[in-house]
């Protein structure tokens, strides 16, 4: 086998270019590093790339979903559940989707920008509850750095001063719209906290990017840039600093390191020819996203490292987690025949309620926020879900014409977002009998609930069921038994994967410090949510991001110590 070697050592190489290793791209090249980025999928440009203004009627397939692109045809994010020649498995009886993103940015091209950070009693979970383990640092470690994202990046949402959902340097929010003005009576009634969504998109302009214009189109990409994606907020500012080479196509085989243990550089395939090769540099970031960069270590084994590098603790792939997750809809007879007017907004919600109550009266641990969705949108392939599902909804011409206009809007529905606690049936390794397409061994998937994460989505089912009815709706489907486990989506399945090369002070019970830094290799870092103690009810890349620029300013700091 020919293998081509670069005579140029860089300063830093990371693996991956989407939420963590965009920003450890960004940082360190602001810091004057000279980077390189291996980045496993194709090149990709908002302002050029984006399907924003298609119209569904202009496409045979009106928007309806193509295998690479599983949220529909104009959505911006190339990846899926299922990547031809790029094998998963499952131990018997598992039930785990991995949804992976195969291009730069990664799934931040997509994903739905949510933008939470962790509170304080998400460190330390474990000394209120007893469960799982607290993490090495506190919100009072991250604080800065979320102030400083919120100030690069954009955010817009309302300081509330509570105890666990802290306030941030927010744009204004934007207006409820009228579907979300429904949700907040019922939720005020309910006495569930309800206050403006905290999205990462511009309501008014910031470092050179255009405001929102309300065309609710996010998940396609944007074209003037008013929501954030690493590709355009990060990587290209990264690549004008001239530091920043940035390899497409180039998917990370495993992690070299030299006869003392120390990382040299990342050997990989060029997926345009199939060649092997390798990078050399001084320091290695993976972001790879939380289970790739568990099967790169798990991958790179050598003599110092023979059961995987940085897995002296055998905790490498253990101690994932993802977020817990249901959703109930219905229709809201209230929201029909209702007099056209304005709905614009950004492309998610404009409200959520953050997690309002006590886990001392309740028979399960932690909690979960909730998200709405419904109102009118641009219809597409599938809209309304089945127009047959509305009274008197169907037939033909005139009357089912009619009835699409009648009940346009009148879907009003909840997703729960909720906290998994890391148990010991629920971890990834290395698949001895399965390689993908370039011989890359993969990784196989045990996952496990728990009654604690099934219990607490049937509360969410309750609670949203409650909400509906409290709005004079019908929720369109039963409560899920609990045979169907109350309707919890399968592991992997909320995209919130966390975990595998967790912190923690004790390097025999955790893959890396509290700096990122593998306790065994001390030129290897992780800047994706590999390192992660525990999930929390937040969505996880608003801490991805702040903790990876908090690794860049360490990893900048130690090299010019001469300590790396
Ligand atoms: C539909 C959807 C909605 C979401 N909504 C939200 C939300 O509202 N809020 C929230 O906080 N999070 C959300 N998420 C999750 C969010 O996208 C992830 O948490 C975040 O992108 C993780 O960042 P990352 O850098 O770890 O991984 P990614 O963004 O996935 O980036 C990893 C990159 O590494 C590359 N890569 C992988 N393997 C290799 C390899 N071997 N060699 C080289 N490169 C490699 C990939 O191609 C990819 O570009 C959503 C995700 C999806 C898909
Ligand atoms: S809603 Fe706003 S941020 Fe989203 S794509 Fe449209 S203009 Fe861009």
């Given amino acids: 086998m020919t293998v081509f070697r670069q005579a140029k050592v860089y300063d830093v190489c990371i693996v991956g270019s989407g939420a ?34 298609t119209w569904p009627y202009e496409s045979p397939r009106r928007g309806k979903s193509t295998t690479e692109r599983p949220f529909g045809e104009f959505d911006a ?57 607290d993490w090495p640092i506190s919100y009072d470690d991250v604080a800065p750095y979320y102030d400083k994202i919120d100030r690069l990046i954009g955010i817009f949402g309302s300081n509330e001063n509570l105890p666990n959902e802290p306030n941030g340097v927010f744009q204004p929010p934007p207006r409820p719209r009228c579907h979300e003005l429904l949700v907040k009576q019922a939720a005020d009634r309910l006495h569930v906290t309800c206050i403006p969504a905290r999205l990462s998109i511009l309501t008014q302009p910031l470092n050179g990017r255009a405001a929102c214009h ?14 954030f994606t690493a590709t355009n907020v990060l990587i290209a500012p990264a690549l004008a600093t001239g530091k920043l080479t940035l390899l497409t196509n180039a998917m990370a085989r495993e992690v070299l390191v030299d006869a003392s243990g120390r990382a040299t550089g990342v050997a990989y395939v060029d997926k345009t020819t199939g060649t092997d090769r390798r990078v050399r ?26 059961n995987g590098l940085a897995n002296s603790s055998g905790t490498v792939g253990k101690y994932i987690t993802d977020t817990t997750g249901t959703d109930v809809g219905g229709f809201i007879p209230k929201m029909i025949d209702h007099v056209p007017h304005n709905h614009d907004g950004v492309g998610g919600m404009h409200l959520y309620m953050p997690w309002w109550l006590d886990n001392a009266k309740l028979d399960f ?105 409290e709005m004079g709706g019908q929720v369109f489907s039963p409560m899920p038994t609990a045979e169907q486990g109350y309707g919890i989506a399968a592991g992997g399945v909320i995209i919130h994967e966390l975990g595998g090369a967790r912190m923690g002070d004790d390097p025999k019970t955790s893959v890396t410090n509290r700096w990122c830094q593998a306790h065994d290799c001390k030129n ?23 903790l990876s620029m908090r690794t860049s300013d360490y990893i900048t700091d130690q090299m010019r110590k001469g300590a790396l």
């Fill in 20 to 53: 963590g290793g965009g920003m450890a791209a960004y940082a360190l090249t602001k810091a004057g590093a000279e980077v390189v980025v291996l980045e496993a999928g194709e090149p990709w440009d908002n302002a050029k790339d984006s399907a924003m203004l």
């Fill in 77 to 133: 994010c190339i990846g899926g559940w299922e990547i031809p020649g790029e094998p998963y498995t499952r131990a018997p009886g598992t039930e785990f989707a991995w949804w992976r993103a195969r291009m730069v940015g990664g799934r931040t091209n997509h994903w739905g920008r949510i933008s939470l950070r962790f509170g304080p009693y998400d460190f330390k979970r474990k000394r209120r509850d007893g469960l799982g383990d």
């Fill in 214 to 227: 309300y065309c609710g189109q996010c998940n396609r990409g944007c074209r003037v840039n008013a929501n």
């Fill in 281 to 306: 540099a001084k320091v290695v970031v993976l972001a790879a996203s939380a289970l790739e960069t568990a099967r790169l270590l798990l991958n790179s084994t050598s003599s110092p490292f023979p």
């Fill in 365 to 469: 641990p932690r909690g979960y926020h909730i998200e709405v969705w419904g109102g009118t949108q641009v219809p597409s392939y599938g809209f309304l879900g089945g127009i047959h599902r509305y009274p008197s909804g169907g037939g033909y011409g005139k009357q089912l014409k009619d009835d699409y206009r009648r009940y346009y809007g009148a879907t009003i529905g909840f997703s729960g977002r909720g906290e998994m606690i890391p148990n010991d049936d629920s971890y990834c390794e290395i698949d001895p009998h399965t390689v993908d397409r370039w011989g890359i061994p993969v990784l196989r998937f045990h996952w496990k609930w728990t009654d604690h994460e099934y219990k607490q989505v049937k509360h969410m089912q309750e609670t949203f069921r409650a909400l509906i009815a």
């Fill in 524 to 546: 290897l870092f992780v800047a994706d949510g590999g390192p992660f103690v525990s999930q929390a009810d937040k969505n996880p890349t608003w801490t991805i991001l702040a």
